[in-house]
């Protein structure tokens, strides 16, 4: 009471001030006790640690089956070119129609070459009745031998130059090399072609062939001449042959190409079609896991997290290896280990966990 008889005995200023006091005292023991709150529940935090669910797994050996993408590619594709001078004179196979090895596909005109033809002919007869007549005067000494020599000379020249009509008689008849189709015509009749043009395209689709390339981590399982399942955008499937495993990566994507054959006697598979490749390959130790315990790195490869023996969480990379209605068989984890089954979205490579049992009924 006395201080309040005090207080009210000051005037307007020292009341004022002692007012003003009191407020920012009042703010300072109110920030200070904030800032402890604040220290409390960060500590408390931080003693928190993430509780995951896991469940414990031993890799078995297990057949194994490579899941790729390839795309069908004609066998043979061949471009026919002019290997002569000469105007379009006749077209016998057209475009899309089968043909036959040695089928005749173009006829060029022959010009002028019959009559070369006859006069080279011509010319290899005179020169082989001089060297005949040469050879025998040497014989007898009433030659020397530079002439004898030269009149050789001249006739091998001439059927060289025969040959070579001979030849260019047989580059105006355009014939296919292998059996196949006509996948394309560059030319119509009364075109003029030079050497080097190209004429038209033969492809041959029978075997088919599947481009694909396929990962480091896997191409050492692959054996040639195994065979596979190749499946078409439309739903059809065939068996094909892996017939070609490069032994060079490439060196931007690490992958190396392989290549695999399939009948097409009926021509029923075109070349550029995608294709879903499964592949078997050598057996190997494998996990079985469910596909919502996969994760993705930094990189974008995919892998699945694990739990060590300190509970640290381990991201490891794996390759599927084969699916099947329980799951999927990957393969890339340590032999034994435990794996991550709820809550490896919320936790990260290297970080403290609590690993709780899949069998129980909380986490």
Known sequence: MNLFKHFKRLNFAQKTSIILFMIVFLWMISGVAKENKGEDMAMNNQNQIQKVRVKHSIAKLTPSEVIIKGITVADKNVELKAETTATVEKIVKQKGQRVKKGD???KLSDDDRYSKLQKAKSLVEQKTIQYKASKDLAEQGYNSKVRLAEAEAELESAKAQ???????????????PFDGFLDDRDVSIGDYVEKGRTLTRIVDLDPIKIEAEISEFNVGYLTKGSKAEISLL???KFEAELTFISSIANSKTRTFNIELKADNKNYEISEGLTTEIVLNSKARYAHLVSPATL???????????CVDSEGI???????IIKQTNDGLWVAGLPNETTIITVGQDFVSD????????EKEQTI
Do not use: H
Request: glycine share 8%.
């Open 234 to 236: 439309s739903g059809k």
């Open 313 to 319: 969480v381990k991201f490891y990379n794996v390759s």
């Open 350 to 357: 290297g970080q403290k966990v609590i690993p709780v049992d």
């Open 295 to 305: 994760a993705l790195d930094s990189n974008g490869e995919i892998g699945i997290k």
């Open 104 to 106: 005749l596909l173009i």
């Open 162 to 176: 025969l040959a070579e009509i001979k030849l260019d008689i047989k580059r105006v008849s355009i014939k296919a």
